[in-house]
C-alpha cells in the first residue's frame, strides 16, 4: 500500500498537469463546438437546399465516423497541411472542437424547433425581424430546453478527450500509460486516473444541474 | 383606406382556401368576421399581416402594396398590430418586458419611456399589478388582456384579432370583450374573427360571413343577422343564434 502511495505521489505533478489539460481540451472543446455548432446549426436550417446541403455533409461526416479517425486525421492530415508540422494539442483542440460542433448543432436545431411557431409569428407581428426573433424570443427559449442534452454532451467530451493520447498529447490518459509502462503496472495508473475523470465529470453534471435550476426559477 | 384586399387567393398545396377575396376596411372601422371553421377567416387575417404568403391577388395597407416582393415588411407589421387565438406571450419574459421589448428593439423607443407606456397601458387592460409577473402565473383572459396591451405598445393604426376568446374558459371571455369593446370606442380600427355574435352585434360597424374561402354575405350587423339573404348564412347563424 505504501508503495502505491509513493508511485502515486512521484507522479503527480504528471497527473496533475494532465488533469489540466484534460480541462482545457474539454473546455475548448465546449466553447469553439457551441459557436461553430450554433453557426452549423443556423446553416442546416437554411431554406436553400443547396446552402444547406455542406452543413448536413459536415454533420453527417462527423457523426457517422469515429472520432478517434477524426482525431488521426487532424493530427497527420490537417494540422501538418496548415502548419508544416504537426502538434498534438492543437490537433486534439482542433479535433474536439470540430466533433462536438457536430453534435451541439443538432441539439441545437432540435432545440430551436421546439418552439412553438406561435412565439415567432408574435415577434414578426410586432415587428421584429426574422432575427430579432431569433435572439430575443426564440433562441433564449431554446438554450433552457438544451442544457440537458448540452451538458450531455459536455460530459462525454470530458471522456473523449482521452482519446488524443494517442497522438501523444500529454493529458491524463497519457500521462497513466507513461506511468504504466515505466513501471510495468497497470491497476494503479488506471484507476488514479478513473477517479480524476470522475471527479471531472460529476463537476459537470453538478454545474449543469446548477444552471438548470437557476433557468427554471425565471 | 386602412385595409383593401383586392382579387386574394391562398392556396396550401392544391388545397384552395382563399378564393377571390374583396375586402376594405376604412379608417376606424369595426369589421367582424364570423363562419364556420375552415371557412378562411384566420387565414385572411394570417395574409393581412404576411404571416402567410399570398397565392394571388394584392393586399394594400394605407396605400402600400403589401404583397409586393419590395414591400418593406416588418415596417408595415409595425402599424398592423395582431392578437392570437393562443395568446403567444413571451414565457421568458415578464409581463413588462413582453409589453417593451418590441417598443425598444423596433422602433428605438428609449427604455424609460417605453416602460411608462407599458405601464399605462397595464393600466388600460386593468391589470397594472401584473407588471413584475411572468405569462404561465396568469388566466387565461389575462395572458390574452397583456397580449392586446403588447400589440397596442407599438402604437398600431389598425388591430387584427384571430378569434382572441376561443381558448379562454366562458367566465374569462367577457373581461378580453370589455377591452376589446374600449378600443372599438377609442376609435381603433380593427378586423376581429370571432365566434361572438353578441360582440359582433355590439361593436361591429359591418359583419362579414365567410365561407368555403367566399365571402357570401357583408352588411350591417342588424340587417345580417335578422334578415339574412343568402341561404348559407341563415343555414349558418340558424346554429349558432
Given amino acids: 500500500m505504501q508503495s502505491v502511495i509513493h508511485l502515486i505521489t ?13 480541462i482545457a481540451f474539454s473546455l ?8 461553430l455548432g450554433l453557426g452549423i446549426c443556423f446553416g442546416k436550417m437554411l431554406n436553400n437546399k443547396y446552402l444547406r446541403f455542406p452543413f448536413i455533409c459536415y454533420i453527417t461526416f462527423f457523426r457517422g465516423t469515429p472520432l478517434f479517425v477524426q482525431i488521426l486525421l487532424v493530427h497527420f ?12 494539442i492543437v490537433a486534439g483542440i482542433v479535433a474536439l472542437s470540430l466533433n462536438e460542433a457536430a453534435y451541439i448543432a443538432e441539439v441545437f436545431r432540435a432545440g430551436i424547433q421546439s418552439i412553438d411557431g406561435g412565439q415567432t409569428e408574435a415577434a414578426r407581428s410586432l415587428g421584429m425581424s426574422q432575427r430579432q426573433a431569433m435572439r430575443y ?13 448540452m451538458g450531455n454532451e459536455f460530459i462525454s467530451l470530458i471522456k473523449d478527450s482521452s482519446l488524443v493520447s494517442a497522438i501523444a498529447a500529454p493529458e491524463l490518459t497519457y500521462w497513466a500509460q507513461a506511468m504504466g509502462a515505466q513501471y510495468s503496472i497497470v491497476w494503479t495508473p488506471y484507476l488514479t486516473i478513473s477517479f480524476i475523470y470522475l471527479i471531472l465529470t460529476l463537476t459537470m453534471s453538478f454545474f449543469v444541474s446548477f444552471l438548470e435550476r437557476r433557468m427554471a426559477t425565471k | 383606406m386602412m385595409i383593401e384586399v383586392d382579387n386574394l387567393k391562398k392556396s396550401f398545396g392544391t388545397n384552395e382556401v382563399l378564393k377571390n377575396i374583396n375586402l376594405s376596411v376604412e379608417k376606424q372601422e369595426v369589421v367582424v368576421v ?11 387575417l394570417r395574409c393581412i399581416n404576411l404571416l402567410e404568403t399570398t397565392t394571388s391577388g394584392h393586399i394594400r395597407i394605407e396605400g402600400v402594396d403589401i404583397t409586393d416582393k419590395k414591400a418593406d415588411i416588418n415596417k408595415i407589421r409595425e402599424d398592423v398590430g395582431m392578437v392570437f387565438q393562443q395568446f403567444n406571450l413571451f414565457p421568458h419574459m415578464t409581463v413588462l418586458d413582453n409589453i417593451m421589448l418590441a417598443p425598444i428593439k423596433v422602433k428605438k423607443v428609449p427604455k424609460a419611456r417605453a416602460e ?27 395572458k390574452q388582456r397583456i397580449a392586446i396591451a403588447r400589440a397596442l405598445a407599438m402604437e398600431p393604426k389598425m388591430m387584427l384579432f384571430d378569434e382572441p376568446t376561443s381558448a379562454l374558459d366562458p367566465e374569462m371571455v367577457g373581461e378580453v370583450l370589455d377591452v376589446m369593446k374600449q378600443l372599438a370606442k377609442d376609435g381603433m380600427t380593427m378586423v376581429v374573427v ?25 352588411n350591417e350587423p342588424n340587417e345580417l343577422f335578422s334578415h339574412p339573404h343568402e341561404q348559407r348564412t341563415i343555414s349558418f347563424l340558424s346554429k349558432v343564434l
Fill in chain 2, 194 to 218: 370571432t365566434h361572438e355574435m353578441g360582440f359582433a352585434r355590439e361593436v361591429g360597424d359591418r359583419v362579414i360571413f365567410m365561407d368555403g374561402g367566399y365571402i357570401v354575405e357583408e
Fill in chain 1, 77 to 88: 492530415g490537417l494540422v501538418p497541411l496548415i502548419l508544416g508540422q504537426s502538434n498534438g
Fill in chain 1, 137 to 149: 424570443i426564440v433562441l433564449p427559449q431554446a438554450v433552457r430546453r438544451v442544457l440537458p442534452p
Fill in chain 2, 34 to 44: 364570423i363562419g364556420p371553421s375552415g371557412s378562411g377567416k384566420s387565414t385572411l
Fill in chain 2, 116 to 142: 411608462e407606456k407599458a405601464r399605462e397601458l397595464l393600466g388600460k387592460v386593468g391589470l397594472a399589478d401584473k407588471a413584475g409577473a411572468y405569462p404561465d402565473s396568469l388566466s387565461g383572459g389575462q
Fill in chain 1, 10 to 22: 512521484s507522479y503527480l505533478p504528471f497527473f496533475w498537469s494532465g488533469t489540466l489539460l484534460t
Fill in chain 1, 28 to 35: 475548448s472543446g465546449v466553447v469553439f463546438g457551441t459557436i
